[in-house]
């Protein structure tokens, strides 16, 4: 039996994201060949065992979802993963740029394309995989939006398209002529994921900037900025496509322009 097609014809009726059945598919594949045979015969306990041995909590988290909704779909048996849990949230702030440090990634950028794609993530803080599938069509000059379809969780949202990316998009338009996709790749109609990591990862390090630079760490730090600008906590939550406002409101607890205003008791010691 093709346990993993008939897996994937599950997801794929249940309208998950074509990332989401890829990674799922993978986990399962190597799930089986730890365990041959009939995956209904496995134990509680070995499946376990098999899941402590993930190498992160992001793995772990991934596994047991994989491997849940396996034997929901098609096992047909939900009751195999009734003692176990996912894992407790390792609690992680996010890193996230200062003004003085996004001006000099940005003067670090000599690359109109390069500067387009780093505009929108500042200025939108959309995700990666959002960006990429950006069409010409996406982008409402008029309106001063621009339209994010199917993101995350399968839901469309819209997030402001500021005068300053507008001109920055023109620019890089009248110079590439993109057809279908905003952003084209040098042999495919879209952009490659792994040239984006590289050439932000290229520029930070161009202006002197120490921490981690990656797409996300624009997103956390379009994020943060408006909060910092006294954007809506519920806005902010939208033009994110968060699911729940606790992890919009994390943006608070990282934000150093608010914390350091904070009046700390010790100002009434005399």
Request: hydrophobic share 35%; glycine share 4%.
């Amino acid at each position: 039996m093709n346990y993993k097609q008939r897996f994937i014809d599950e997801l794929e009726l249940r309208n998950y994201s074509q990332n989401s059945i890829a990674s799922y598919a993978s986990i399962l594949e190597s799930f089986l060949a730890y365990f041959p045979g009939d995956p209904a015969e496995v134990e509680e306990e070995r499946i376990k065992a098999w899941l402590k041995s993930s190498s992160s909590q992001s793995l772990l988290k991934q596994r047991i979802g994989a491997v849940k909704r396996f034997y929901q779909y098609v096992i047909k048996d939900p009751l195999k993963f009734k003692y176990i849990d996912y894992p407790r949230p390792e609690e992680h702030l996010p890193e996230v740029l200062s003004r003085d440090e996004v001006k000099r990634l940005f003067a670090a950028c000599t690359n109109l394309k390069h500067t387009a794609i780093m505009l929108i993530f500042y200025s939108t803080g959309i995700r990666i995989s959002e960006l990429l599938n950006l069409k010409i069509t996406d982008i409402d000059s008029g309106e001063m939006v621009i339209r994010i379809k199917q993101g995350k969780g399968k839901k469309d949202r819209l997030v402001p398209l500021s005068e300053k990316t507008l001109v920055a998009l023109r620019k890089y338009w009248r110079k590439h002529k993109p057809s279908k996709y905003l952003f084209n790749g040098q042999f495919s109609d879209r952009y490659s994921e792994t040239s984006i990591r590289n050439f932000i990862k290229k520029y930070a390090e161009i202006a002197g900037i120490s921490k981690k630079a990656y797409p996300h760490l624009l997103r956390h730090t379009n994020a943060t900025h408006l909060y910092e600008n006294n954007t809506d906590m519920a806005v902010i939550q939208d033009l994110m496509g968060h699911k729940s406002q606790k992890t919009t409101r994390r943006y608070a607890r990282i934000s150093t322009r608010v914390v350091s205003k904070v009046v700390t008791p010790d100002c009434f010691i005399s």
